[in-house]
């Protein structure tokens, strides 16, 4: 953060109601604003043009949800060549576009593609391409059938999941921190919340999101001083308060 859910809803690959204030190595987001080339190797550069075919030109119908970072849309994707094709053929995918008047921008964007980029895991939601094409800004994600875990629980509309459902949902989230933390360059979330959880058709859990993410601290330090970003109400207190993100409040927020 593909999600589906009644409109409307909020964008479970969008953070809403934002504040600002292992085994395996990866690349810190870069600091020039530019997409790292070791990164995106293993990602689709679409065409603003081919996105837009994919989703009837961003039709209202294709609408799936609409958050802090901007709207996704449902499209259509050939399965081999991921060229656009027409609705109700190939591979359904969650399309997210960076609206012009969102809070978040580039930089959010940015460390999007160069997290998800590397990082891959069964509890990481899959990013297949991006666009950045003059001032678009896209993210292009697998589709999650069963949307977001926030509409699931707070939607009247939904039918409620069994504990047991829960309990596997809450695994598949730890799971997906505990891959996060194991890193050797470890990775701080930073946006746990229910509308970042996004569920496949057997309701395992992927975390979705990683705009607001940054990298863990290293060596003997056990906390690192950030600008305070989350989401109010999820965020640790300690946190808040104070700037300094110990790794293990990451749990908490």
């Avoid at 053929?89 to 399309?95: D, F, L, N, R, S």
């Avoid at 993410?213 to 640790?236: E, F, I, K, L, W």
Wanted: hydrophobic share 35%; charged share 20%.
């Amino acid at each position: 953060m593909g999600i589906c859910w009644p409109k409307p809803a909020k964008c479970g690959h969008a953070s809403s109601t934002n504040f600002s204030g292992g085994s395996k190595t990866h690349t810190p987001v870069s600091s020039n604003l530019n997409v790292d080339t070791s990164v995106s190797s293993d990602l689709k550069a679409f065409s603003y043009s081919d996105l837009k075919t994919a989703t009837k030109n961003f039709r209202s119908e294709t609408l799936l949800g609409e958050g802090g970072f901007g709207c996704v849309f449902k499209g259509w994707l050939d399965e081999n060549t991921l060229a656009p094709t027409k609705p109700g053929t190939g591979i359904v995918v969650a399309i997210k576009r960076l609206a012009a008047e969102s809070f978040q921008g580039h930089k959010e964007w940015l460390a999007e593609v160069n997290y998800l980029g590397q990082l891959h895991h069964e509890n990481l939601v899959k990013l297949i391409g991006y666009c950045a094409e003059d001032e678009n800004r896209l993210l292009v994600y697998e589709f999650m059938p069963k949307g977001s875990l926030e509409n699931h629980l707070f939607r009247k509309s939904v039918q409620p999941i069994s504990w047991a459902t829960r309990m596997q949902i809450a695994r598949g989230v730890a799971r997906g921190l505990s891959f996060l933390h194991s890193l050797n360059a470890n990775v701080i979330y930073r946006d746990l919340k229910a509308s970042n959880i996004l569920l496949d058709s057997d309701y395992n859990a992927k975390l979705s999101d990683f705009g607001l993410a940054r990298d863990g601290p290293t060596g003997d330090n056990t906390h690192v001083s950030t600008r305070v970003v989350g989401t109010q109400g999820y965020a640790a207190p300690e946190y808040v308060a104070t700037g300094v993100h110990h790794f293990s409040f990451e749990y908490y927020s």
